[in-house]
């Protein structure tokens, strides 16, 4: 089976690789939200930690919010 | 598990107990009107409006298909086993589309003998297999039919 | 078996413990990265090319191998997002809140990918794309929650509120996965009745190719899960001493 024969798929070809496409594409992206959400909550520790270091013995416990 | 949490736990499941069994009950209700479609029957009886898009089902009438020779244009009969009626259909026919097949088709009728359909449904019948074992089901199926004939052909010679 | 059940709740409790998974996990990730890796290797090599095609489908039956296991973990995704929900209402474990919200935007991915795949698989197979059938109205109300789950949760300010109302649409739209499943053995629908639990009605040459998929989606799914998770950990630990040595 020849390359071209692989990717025309009979004459079925567009639906299966756009299944496919689709398909690993949304899961890709899922991974790139949770490492750009992940880049924003490291900052928002090390933000929080820079804040409260230098009177540590008074953090406040309000809630932050999501 | 402490007092609390029980009934927590309990107010929860029953709740969710209650929940589907009211939904049960109302998709039960309208489970009837979900499908409705007219049988050949009913359209030649003069049931079906006119010039309206509805849904007509049926079997695909064996040797009925007749295709145009330089375009998508096909016609074929569907029939309830009683009464039979024509489709014409203008794009290509979906894969599971087969002579004997049950398929449903949408779109206006002409008159209560043709519908001039603008969606061919066909329904899959679960099964997945490669061609060559579906050849030699058919083939086998054939081979056991005629056995069959001829073993009834010999008992009927015994007598 | 009295050990074995300490042994389980002992196990209950390090799983509700923040700290204990966040460090546990970022040893398991590797190995379940692997193990996915694997199996897709060898369940796309036969799902796109080595396995045969269908007598009536044509090569179309292909779709199937990502579209069943989508719609397996659409499902399993929502009743296990309930059952923390019932966890973090009944026995207020962190985790399992956590856990719950973690799950949400995987499924609802996940559902999507079933509903896309069908499509794709119902125009030229079927003659459509779409159909109000019980099986794929269901469908789209599973999206539905899982979307309205997500909206909810984030539409309150204050956490605690958050959780406990989004853990209730979660215990009550776990009545829609019952629905999905039986739709079409209850209702005439255009979508085909079991296959897969059907002895006898995928032959063993597409049925192997289907399972390795499905437990290809599976660990792919729980990697997400925990890499949400993860992420949720941070989230609600900010101010924890231990997480921001383990960031430092």
Same mark, same amino acid.
């Not at chain 3, 990502?66 to 059952?83: F, Q, T």
């Not at chain 3, 609802?108 to 099986?135: K, N, Q």
């Not at chain 3, 309205?148 to 853990?167: E, P, V």
């Given at each position: 089976?020849?390359?071209?024969?692989?990717?025309?798929?009979?004459?079925?070809?567009?639906?299966?690789?756009?299944?496919?496409?689709?398909?690993?594409?949304?899961?890709?992206?899922?991974?790139?939200?949770?490492?750009?959400?992940?880049?924003?909550?490291?900052?928002?520790?090390?933000?929080?930690?820079?804040?409260?270091?230098?009177?540590?013995?008074?953090?406040?416990?309000?809630?932050?919010?999501? | 598990?402490?007092?609390?949490?029980?009934?927590?736990?309990?107010?929860?499941?029953?709740?969710?107990?209650?929940?589907?069994?009211?939904?049960?009950?109302?998709?039960?209700?309208?489970?009837?009107?979900?499908?409705?479609?007219?049988?050949?029957?009913?359209?030649?009886?003069?049931?079906?409006?006119?010039?309206?898009?509805?849904?007509?089902?049926?079997?695909?009438?064996?040797?009925?298909?007749?295709?145009?020779?330089?375009?998508?244009?096909?016609?074929?009969?569907?029939?309830?086993?009683?009464?039979?009626?024509?489709?014409?259909?203008?794009?290509?026919?979906?894969?599971?589309?087969?002579?004997?097949?049950?398929?449903?088709?949408?779109?206006?009728?002409?008159?209560?003998?043709?519908?001039?359909?603008?969606?061919?449904?066909?329904?899959?019948?679960?099964?997945?297999?490669?061609?060559?074992?579906?050849?030699?089901?058919?083939?086998?199926?054939?081979?056991?039919?005629?056995?069959?004939?001829?073993?009834?052909?010999?008992?009927?010679?015994?007598? | 078996?009295?050990?074995?059940?300490?042994?389980?709740?002992?196990?209950?409790?390090?799983?509700?413990?923040?700290?204990?998974?966040?460090?546990?996990?970022?040893?398991?990730?590797?190995?379940?990265?692997?193990?996915?890796?694997?199996?897709?290797?060898?369940?796309?090599?036969?799902?796109?090319?080595?396995?045969?095609?269908?007598?009536?489908?044509?090569?179309?039956?292909?779709?199937?191998?990502?579209?069943?296991?989508?719609?397996?973990?659409?499902?399993?995704?929502?009743? #296990? +997002?309930?059952?923390? $929900?019932? %966890? !973090?209402? /009944?026995?207020?474990?962190?985790?399992? =809140?956590? #856990? +719950?919200?973690?799950? $949400?935007? %995987? !499924?609802? /991915?996940?559902?999507?990918?079933?509903? =896309?795949?069908?499509?794709?698989?119902?125009?030229?197979?079927?003659?459509?794309?779409?159909?109000?059938?019980?099986?794929?109205?269901?469908?789209?109300?599973?999206?539905?929650?899982?979307?309205?789950?997500?909206?909810?949760?984030?539409?309150?300010?204050?956490?605690?509120?958050?959780?406990?109302?989004?853990?209730?649409?979660?215990?009550?739209?776990?009545?829609?996965?019952?629905?999905?499943?039986?739709?079409?053995?209850?209702?005439?629908?255009?979508?085909?009745?079991?296959?897969?639990?059907?002895?006898?009605?995928?032959?063993?040459?597409?049925?192997?190719?289907?399972?390795?998929?499905?437990?290809?989606?599976?660990?792919?799914?729980?990697?997400?899960?925990?890499?949400?998770?993860?992420?949720?950990?941070?989230?609600?630990?900010?101010?924890?001493?231990?997480?921001?040595?383990?960031?430092?």
């Amino acid at each position: 089976m020849g390359l071209q024969e692989f990717i025309a798929m009979g004459k079925h070809g567009f639906y299966v690789w756009w299944s496919y496409g689709v398909t690993f594409l949304s899961i890709a992206l899922l991974f790139v939200l949770f490492a750009w959400y992940k880049k924003q909550l490291i900052n928002k520790v090390k933000s929080f930690k820079r804040e409260s270091a230098p009177k540590a013995r008074s953090i406040k416990t309000e809630q932050i919010s999501d | 598990m402490k007092a609390h949490r029980k009934k927590k736990l309990i107010t929860i499941l029953s709740a969710l107990a209650l929940l589907s069994t009211a939904v049960a009950l109302l998709l039960y209700a309208i489970g009837d009107y979900a499908d409705a479609f007219y049988e050949p029957t009913r359209v030649v009886k003069g049931d079906a409006p006119l010039n309206k898009t509805i849904r007509v089902g049926g079997l695909v009438t064996l040797g009925s298909v007749k295709r145009a020779k330089d375009s998508l244009y096909v016609e074929f009969d569907i029939t309830d086993n009683q009464e039979v009626i024509t489709i014409t259909y203008d794009k290509s026919l979906p894969d599971l589309f087969r002579e004997g097949q049950g398929i449903m088709a949408e779109g206006k009728l002409v008159d209560n003998k043709t519908l001039e359909a603008t969606k061919v449904l066909a329904k899959h019948d679960e099964k997945y297999m490669p061609p060559e074992i579906a050849d030699t089901l058919k083939k086998s199926h054939k081979e056991g039919v005629e056995k069959m004939k001829q073993e009834k052909n010999n008992e009927k010679g015994d007598y | 078996m009295a050990n074995s059940s300490k042994s389980f709740w002992r196990w209950f409790h390090q799983l509700g413990s923040p700290k204990w998974f966040y460090q546990k996990s970022a040893k398991w990730l590797p190995w379940l990265w692997a193990i996915t890796a694997i199996l897709f290797v060898f369940g796309l090599y036969f799902s796109l090319y080595a396995s045969p095609v269908d007598y009536q489908q044509g090569n179309s039956v292909r779709i199937m191998y990502i579209h069943v296991p989508a719609a397996v973990l659409s499902m399993v995704g929502y009743l #296990a +997002m309930a059952v923390c $929900a019932v %966890i !973090g209402l /009944v026995w207020k474990m962190k985790m399992s =809140f956590m #856990a +719950m919200r973690a799950i $949400a935007p %995987i !499924g609802a /991915v996940f559902t999507f990918i079933c509903l =896309f795949t069908g499509s794709m698989w119902g125009i030229p197979t079927w003659g459509t794309w779409w159909e109000w059938d019980a099986r794929m109205t269901s469908e789209l109300v599973l999206l539905f929650l899982y979307l309205g789950f997500i909206a909810l949760h984030s539409s309150f300010s204050d956490r605690n509120k958050a959780d406990r109302s989004a853990a209730i649409l979660a215990i009550v739209g776990a009545i829609n996965v019952p629905i999905i499943y039986g739709s079409v053995k209850w209702w005439n629908t255009l979508h085909q009745a079991y296959s897969v639990t059907k002895k006898g009605a995928i032959d063993p040459q597409m049925q192997t190719p289907l399972f390795i998929m499905i437990g290809a989606f599976y660990l792919l799914f729980v990697i997400l899960v925990i890499v949400r998770l993860r992420l949720e950990v941070i989230n609600r630990e900010t101010k924890s001493k231990w997480l921001q040595e383990e960031l430092a």
